[in-house]
């Protein structure tokens, strides 16, 4: 049997030993797991991370982290760790055995804990993504949302994690080498996308399985991908509908519940490893493979080939081919697809780019049939309709008293008049009193109180209403993690409300600046904790020597020119 069809050794005891360890493993300490940690999890017990026993030790972690390979000397480009709070990591020793659970609280595994240690994340960044900056998504979620303790240690599985969706497209590595077998596949390219499939895709994986002689996978991720992208319900019913655009024969298609990290030419590397494991020979690697875009200076955080000569310089290890694609363009005169560098001089040539898609459907305009395929473009309408039937959030934000409520309560008022939408004010004192009535006011507590306000309005958002939130929310970091849980569904639009302290102090009729000066409010905003201005809001507004009216309207006409509100 050749080697990618050979079955692979999974981390699962028998289903007896599961019910016996089931029922020992309710009396440990149980760590819940996040939607990544579910992600990383299911990949290690089914085989997908092979040949990793669990999560990394400190010893692997380092090792990866500096060169890309296992303390063993193993190729293995990503850090796949257990982060933890400070407080669970206080309540764990060395050589103890932890229950995992997913966020119902059903055990998944049990993990004798081998190693705890806090890392350094700068330098994980600076190593693993090329730098450390929060622009990239993976940083972002390193320094803002990751625990601060890494647990490392071998994993027994006990179940998988339930999937209600698609389950006759999700497949382990074993399911699809027993497929390939049944099949007589002994080449097959995979192909990696977080995105719907237009014709350029279609070509360049049809292009992809005659260069290698293989047959085709098309293997979209849909576990967590970057913060903004098409969510996977609407990607996969996207793929359903063009899979019979490829032959029957050779081609089939499999869900990857993997967590991407987005850092392009070290995750080509790990897709590549992810594909052999799931029994693929080939795998395309594109232009820009896994990028995450711009970074803080609005230059691409990696070069475009960048990933591809990674890939290429360990193909042998990897132990799979590459199949290297560039980007692909429609020729006009041709009516075909051709390779960017592959055309004629002088041939009209057409594409769209992902901004122009998404602003021709944000507007309701055509996309062509030579870019789309019409079932992907209906697909794409039913979940993204034109921007001014689309929930969205305004997100007032400044220092007390600065006039972020009453700005609001208008605006509130101009919305409901207009009808065509349900508005709902999420005002920072009345949160305080119906949602985070047992929250403090230290850092901690105040950054909970955001993040419940933001939850709600993504609800809002998601269901096609409008919502207003008008707290303080003083941390940069905070604010952004609500807008990407916002933009997941619809628009967040910024609004600074940029009255100085002097005048929030001048106008104080609680008496709270005064308390403050004197003392008797600890870490208050703008007096002894710190408000971080926003640097780009969609709209920035000062109410001295503006009526409340005129400040509500500006905030109108930039719904307007954004396009969620008619003209």
């Known amino acids: 049997m050749t080697e990618n069809l050979a079955p692979l050794p999974e981390l699962y005891v028998s289903s ?231 032959p029957a024969a050779t081609t089939t298609m499999s869900l990857l519940n993997l967590a991407m990290r987005m850092a392009g030419p070290r995750e080509a590397v790990w897709h590549g490893l992810i594909r052999r494991n799931h029994g693929c020979t080939h795998f395309i690697v594109g232009r820009d493979h896994a990028g995450p875009g711009k970074n803080s200076a609005g230059e691409d955080f990696y070069g475009p080939y960048d990933a591809q000569e990674l890939f290429r310089a360990h193909q042998d290890e990897i132990g799979i081919e590459m199949v290297d694609f560039k980007h692909m363009v429609y020729v006009q005169e041709r009516a075909q697809y051709e390779a960017a560098d592959e055309i004629e001089e002088g041939a009209t040539v057409l594409n769209i780019s992902g901004t122009e898609l998404r602003r021709r459907l944000r507007e309701g305009l055509e996309v062509p049939e030579w870019f789309s395929f019409p079932e992907v473009v209906a697909e794409l309408r039913r979940r993204y309709p034109p921007r001014a039937q689309q929930g969205f959030t305004v997100f007032f934000t400044g220092l007390s008293g600065s006039g972020k409520s009453t700005i609001a309560n208008a605006l509130l008022i101009k919305l409901m008049e207009m009808g065509d939408r349900p508005v709902t004010l999420l005002d920072g004192d009345v949160v305080r009193k119906h949602l985070s009535s047992e929250l403090g006011f230290s850092k901690t507590h105040r950054d909970l109180n955001i993040q419940r306000i933001g939850f ?39 609004v600074h409300v940029a009255t100085s302290l002097e005048e929030c102090e001048r106008r104080d009729r609680k008496g709270l600046y005064k308390m403050a000066r004197e003392g008797k409010i600890k870490e208050f905003t703008g007096i002894s904790d710190p408000y971080d201005e926003p640097e780009t809001p969609e709209l920035r507004v000062d109410t001295e020597g503006q009526d409340v009216d005129n400040c509500a309207h500006q905030v109108l006409l930039k719904l307007e020119s954004m396009g969620l509100i008619a003209g």
């Open 456 to 494: 709600v309005a993504s609800e809002i958002t998601k269901n096609g209403g409008i919502a207003i939130c008008a707290p303080i929310a003083p941390y940069a970091t905070t604010r952004r993690t609500v807008r990407e849980m916002i933009e997941h569904y619809g628009a967040f639009v910024e």
């Open 16 to 246: 007896e030993s599961a019910q016996k360890l089931k029922a020992e493993a309710a009396d440990l300490v149980s760590w819940d797991l996040t939607p990544r940690q579910i992600c990383d999890l299911e990949l290690l017990m089914n085989g997908g991370f092979h040949p990793l026993k669990g999560f990394l030790s400190e010893a692997d972690y380092h090792s990866v982290v500096e060169g890309m390979r296992l303390a063993d000397g193993t190729l293995w480009p990503m850090p796949v760790t257990l982060d933890v709070s400070e407080d669970f990591a206080e309540k764990v020793e060395v050589g103890q055995d932890i229950a995992l659970r997913d966020q119902e609280g059903v055990i998944l595994a049990t993990m004798t804990v081998s190693d705890k240690w806090v890392p350094d994340k700068a330098r994980e960044a600076e190593k693993v993504f090329g730098a450390d900056d929060s622009a990239h998504p993976a940083v972002n979620y390193l320094h803002t949302t990751a625990g601060r303790v890494y647990l490392g240690g071998p994993v027994v599985g006990i179940q998988p994690p339930v999937h209600y969706d698609f389950k006759a497209r999700r497949d382990t590595p074993n399911e699809l080498r027993a497929r390939f077998r049944k099949l007589g596949w002994r080449r097959v390219v995979a192909f990696q996308t977080r995105n719907p499939l237009h014709r350029a895709h279609q070509e360049l994986t049809f292009r992809a399985a005659r260069e290698a002689q293989a047959n085709l996978l098309i293997h979209p991720v849909v576990g967590m991908t970057k913060p903004g992208d098409v969510d996977h319900f609407t990607r996969v019913r996207c793929y359903q509908a063009v899979m019979d655009k490829y």
